[in-house]
């Protein structure tokens, strides 16, 4: 048996890390520069929307969970002698692994026979919560932190995203994508389709209007699952979206119907997350998509 940690860029809420026995180290996030909160912690995730709908030319920062947040969590670990799994955001975006794997040292200098594990989860909200509950399931099998370091090693790559923004600019003032290009796809109206795999991300296409990008995201989905094999429940599925929930929900719902219609004796369960304050810094309050990744199943 071992224990998992991760970061909040994960996007679960204290409730769900709570009920799956998992501890969250938070990012966190300012609205003016200069004051920094612990996201989900010392600012609720639905405050931090509110003032971006609200303050719509500001544009908030985060900051990655530092050395201490994670030295304090793997002390503790350690100290109760408990082997842990660490699953940070994806490395290619962000220093958070690179925190995590310095505490681990720190520790290991006090406690050189503890087990910590750290890993570059090579996904981000949504897919990060798929990574968790992998692990979960895995730790839960009672298989071993091995095991489970091995399986989500192999497996990560499978973890993609298809999802659309509001408009641009964040992306623009984050350097994600080119000034001249952007705005001129703000000012035609088009809503950028965008890829979220290997860790970073990349153009999945345009899309003219919010419900033809809801329609080329689940295209997408689609057209992954046919790529990669199985039904729906060889994976797992989340619907992600920013300050509006019920637009999330709608696309959940479009989302769970397409896949019975072309699935109808698979159960087809899929997932509905809020995306979290920090990948809302880079990509504003109406990001909306859905993340996939590869089930763990004990008979593997």
């Known amino acids: 048996m071992f224990d998992i940690i991760t970061d909040s860029a994960c996007d679960l809420t204290p409730e769900m890390a709570q009920k799956m026995g998992v501890e969250v180290v938070p990012f966190y996030v300012s609205l003016d520069g200069e004051h920094y909160r612990k996201e989900g912690k010392e600012i609720a995730v639905r405050d931090f929307y509110q003032f971006m709908v609200d303050n719509p030319s500001a544009y908030p920062k985060t900051s ?26 994806t490395g290619k975006m962000s220093g958070c692994v690179g925190s995590a794997r310095n505490a681990r040292e720190l520790v290991l200098e ?16 949504v897919t990060e919560a798929t990574m968790v509950e992998n692990a979960v399931a895995i730790r839960d099998a009672g298989c071993t932190l091995d095991e489970a370091v091995t399986w989500l090693e192999a497996e990560k790559a499978t973890n993609n995203i298809f999802f659309t923004v509001g408009n641009l600019d964040y992306l623009i003032k984050g350097g994600r994508i080119g000034k001249v290009s952007g705005r001129a796809a703000n000012l035609l109206g088009i809503k950028p389709m965008i890829l979220f795999k290997d860790g970073e991300i990349f153009s999945g296409g345009v899309a003219r209007g919010r419900q033809k ?51 109808p004796a698979a159960a087809c369960e899929v997932g509905l997350l809020q995306i979290g304050c920090t990948i809302a810094v880079h990509t504003g309050p109406y990001a909306l998509g859905m993340g996939v990744m590869r089930r763990w199943k004990k008979q593997q």
């Open 110 to 125: 006090d406690y050189p026979d503890a087990k910590i594990e750290v890993l570059d989860s090579a996904a981000a909200t």
């Open 213 to 263: 990008s809801f329609e080329k995201a689940l295209e997408q989905l689609m057209n992954y699952l046919d790529a990669n094999g199985g039904t729906p429940d060889d994976y797992r599925l989340i619907v992600g979206y920013g300050y509006d929930e019920e637009e999330g929900r709608r696309l959940w719902l479009q989302t769970r119907a397409a896949l019975r219609a072309k699935y």
């Open 64 to 89: 990655l969970a530092s050395i201490e947040d994670f030295e304090e969590a793997f002390r503790r670990q350690a100290e109760l002698g408990r082997p842990t799994l660490c699953l940070c955001f």
